[in-house]
């Protein structure tokens, strides 16, 4: 049996853990193996950039962080673009998999390399995805790898900042990934304690903000921690569409609300006000022992449809237990926060404002 793997699109912790998963169980459980990886994700296979892994290679993968084979985006919309030579990426990609004469192709990625792994499938390629991102906004699957070790980060993160601001007396604007979807902001602000958390589907109200914000000092509190999602929408921005709230938001030097805010939150309460942004440090370093134990089951269970020839599937977890998709059900399809759903609930009926 030969395999390819690659790793697509923003990478996370955990991707290391998942391909030493899946190669350790073919090793394992199969006679004849051999295991390739191509770099930096579909770049590797449309220019047929692969290297040999031997079963050593996967060896002390389980806790290392980032992707041993590299990785970029690759827009899904450039997949299907004839190129100068006339020939399209999709094509350089179906002509890498044949040449490399692969029983299956191991795609681990977000949404949108869902999407170019589903077209793969539909030339004939055998296919098996893996749910990877920080942003948990995978469509059908309860849990993405990487997503726990950025929550664990993030509230790790809103409490240290939380004991400076207190020192001060400020409040404390942190700004957390995810452009579409709010999970990571929801998860860690609840972890990390956070008075008000801000995400991409509940647009808000800025007069709301500053009222929650009073509101934790007039409770007594020494600072007030402010949990901004990297999509978060104002409600004056909300009947926009997104590109032209980037225009919007250009003009005034930002990509995101959260520095904005923090100037308006400051001028309305009068309390000292700064902004951070975690960035990146939410995508580095190695997996907690949760992503670690998810990403080898979802490995594992990867090699498993593998072997049964389950092909054009991607790898889910749904109610606790591990199961698979099918690729085009779920490509190009998001995973969002319900506003009105239980995790809100419980936040906000615990005194959690999302400003609104
Ligand atoms: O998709 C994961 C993610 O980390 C988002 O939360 C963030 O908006 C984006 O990637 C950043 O992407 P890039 O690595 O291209 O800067």
């Known amino acids: 049996m030969k395999v390819g793997i690659l790793t697509s699109g923003g990478d996370c912790a955990g991707l290391n853990a998942v391909m030493r998963a899946i190669a350790l169980n ?3 459980t199969e006679k004849n193996v051999e295991v390739i990886g191509f770099r930096n994700g579909y770049a590797g296979l449309i220019r047929g950039d692969a290297v040999p892994m031997r079963r050593a290679d996967f060896e002390g993968l389980l806790r290392a962080g980032g ?44 949404a949108g390399t869902h999407r170019t792994a589903a077209l793969l499938c ?39 900042v939380r004991t400076t601001s207190e020192s001060h ?33 509940i647009p808000f109200s800025i007069d709301k903000v500053c009222a929650a914000v009073q509101a934790a000092y007039a409770s007594g509190k ?60 939410q995508r580095g370093g190695e997996p907690s022992a949760y992503d670690r134990v998810l ?7 990867a090699a498993q449809l593998c072997r049964r020839g389950m092909f054009g599937v991607t790898v889910a977890v749904s109610g606790g237990k591990i199961t698979f998709n099918a690729l085009p059900d779920i490509a190009g399809k998001y995973k969002f926060v319900d506003p009105n759903g239980e995790i809100v609930r419980a936040a906000e009926e615990t005194g959690i404002s999302f400003g609104r």
Not at 76 to 101: I, Q
Not at 173 to 201: C, F, H, Q, R, S
């Open 122 to 160: 539909a030339e004939g390629c055998n296919v098996i995805g893996l749910p990877k991102t920080i942003d948990n906004d995978i469509y059908g699957t309860d849990v993405t790898f990487g997503f726990h070790t950025a929550v664990d980060v993030a509230a790790d993160a809103l409490e240290r």
């Open 169 to 201: 007396g400020r409040t404390m604007l942190v700004e957390i990934m995810g452009n579409k979807a709010g999970w990571l902001t929801l998860y860690a602000g609840i972890a990390g304690g956070a008075d008000v958390i801000l995400l991409p589907e």
């Open 67 to 110: 992707t041993v084979l590299g990785t970029t985006r690759t827009p899904f919309k450039l997949m299907s673009v004839p190129e100068a030579d006339g020939t399209t990426r999709l094509a350089k990609m179906v002509a890498s998999y044949k040449k490399f004469g692969l029983d299956c192709l191991f795609t681990l990625g977000g």
């Open 222 to 281: 020494r600072c007030a921690i402010v949990a901004v999602g990297e999509g978060a929408v104002l409600d004056s921005e909300a009947p926009f569409k997104r590109r032209e709230r980037v225009f919007i938001r250009a003009e005034r030097g930002e990509t995101t609300v959260t520095r904005h805010l923090a100037e308006v939150i400051g001028q309305r309460t009068g309390a000292e006000t700064r902004a951070t942004v975690l960035g990146y440090i």
């Open 295 to 301: 990403c080898t089951r979802l490995g594992s269970y």
């Open 26 to 28: 073919l090793y394992t």
